[in-house]
């Protein structure tokens, strides 16, 4: 059964800078759980850091996470332990191929509260940019 809920997202992405930069974003979603147990969520439309207006939805099983962000930056990243993701990155300026490599995968919760933390390292066009720990907790 799809109901509201909220979602708080942290993430941590350390880009070889002196200070990791931290993005925080809080927002309701729709969440429904399949008959197979997959948690679907999502996102409200909402402006982004940059003031563009986005979705973000999610496919959360207690193994994969995917996520689709719809925008003028518009991506969708899939989170396995163990297993490479490769798929595009859309900017208004072009195209950039994106690999996602999980070290940590962890879900957690029951059908009124999900909890999902990810450490992953993105590349972008063969390229390291990124490590990045993020935080997903979404309550009903």
């Known amino acids: 059964m799809e109901r509201k809920a909220n979602i708080s997202v942290i993430g941590i992405h350390d880009r070889g800078e002196k200070t990791p930069e931290k993005i925080e974003s809080n927002s309701t ?3 429904d759980i399949t008959d197979d147990g997959i948690n679907v969520i999502k996102g409200d439309e909402s402006r982004d850091e940059s003031g563009e207006m986005v979705t973000t939805s999610f496919r959360i099983s207690s193994s994969k996470i995917k996520m689709v962000r719809k925008g003028s930056f518009a991506s969708v990243m899939v989170f396995e332990k163990g297993v490479d993701h490769v798929s ?4 208004p300026y072009g195209a ?3 690999k996602v490599k999980t070290d940590i995968l962890e879900v957690d ?3 009124n509260h ?3 933390h990810v ?3 993105l590349e972008m066009d ?4 990124s490590n990045s720990d993020i ?3 979404i309550r009903a």
């Open 114 to 116: 999900l909890y999902a």
């Open 109 to 111: 919760g029951d059908e």
């Open 135 to 137: 935080k997903i907790d």
């Open 126 to 129: 063969g390229q390291v940019t």
């Open 96 to 98: 950039m191929d994106m």
């Open 119 to 121: 450490k992953y390292m």
């Open 88 to 91: 595009t990155y859309n900017t």
């Open 29 to 31: 979603c729709t969440w």
